[in-house]
């Protein structure tokens, strides 16, 4: 199993460019996450997914959209990006929303905005 | 206040000695990870537990629930231990029963 992946690893926008950030995992997890990570801070929960077709609303969301159409793909849109979201963005999944189930986290998106 | 505080931020040690890093939380849990990400970046899920203490070989993670706090024990440590550590907890209560709180880590560096 390839686990959680991510696509691109490295990325430089310019204010107003809109982007996809890509997370597929091959483990049949229902639950996926993205988190970011700011310098100093915990990761913080943007958008979760509970199952292919529901989404929800993390500590986060403004700026960003998600969708989930498989069970396998939770892709990350920035719609106009701004210098406030360069970060190091996190997809996580995991079996379901049980608190004792292992989260498995991709490699990571380090995002610049210029 | 933040929900979940880690303890210490930084710390560096000497190879072989015995590290413990701590966690306190404020509201009711229903589990409590800890997680490691290596200094390329990623994050591994080393413990989750509700209750009592588990081991892993030279990691050791012990929870008190009354206390809300939990401690993260390396013996014998090893340069290859350097990492960020990082506490989470799940809240048991419904409304943000889906969100893990994330605590903004504890840096260890052990110098051979």
């Known amino acids: 199993n390839a686990g959680v992946t991510q696509t691109p690893k490295f990325q430089v926008l310019k204010t107003g460019q809109s982007m996809t950030l890509q997370c597929a995992q091959d483990?049949?997890?229902?639950?996926m996450s993205w988190y970011r990570q700011d310098p100093g801070m915990g990761l913080r929960l943007i958008h979760y997914s509970v199952g292919a077709g529901i989404t929800d609303q993390g500590e986060v969301p403004n700026g960003y959209n998600v969708s989930r159409s498989t069970t396998e793909d939770f892709p990350l849109r920035l719609l106009s990006a701004a210098p406030s979201q360069t970060s190091v963005y996190f997809c996580?999944?995991?079996?379901?929303?049980?608190?004792?189930?292992?989260?498995?986290f991709g490699p990571g998106t380090r995002l610049t905005v210029t | 206040k933040n929900e979940v505080e880690q303890s210490p931020q930084n710390l560096t040690a000497q190879e072989g000695e015995f590290i413990t890093i701590n966690c306190s939380y404020s509201?009711?849990?229903?589990?409590l990870h800890w997680l490691q990400q290596h200094p390329g970046g990623g994050i591994v899920s080393l413990f989750m537990?509700?209750?009592g203490k588990k081991k892993h070989g030279r990691l050791i993670a012990t929870i008190n629930i009354q206390e809300k706090h939990s401690s993260l024990h390396i013996t014998a440590s090893h340069p290859r231990d350097s990492a960020v550590y990082i506490c989470?907890?799940?809240?048991?209560?419904?409304?943000?029963?889906?969100?893990?709180?994330f605590g903004s880590g504890t840096q260890l560096t052990v110098l051979p």
């Open positions: 483990m049949n997890h229902e639950y």
């Open positions: 537990l509700s209750s």
């Open positions: 989470a907890v799940r809240s048991s209560s419904s409304g943000s029963a889906r969100q893990l709180t």
């Open positions: 996580a999944s995991s079996y379901d929303l049980g608190g004792f189930n292992e989260q498995y």
């Open positions: 509201v009711g849990i229903s589990a």
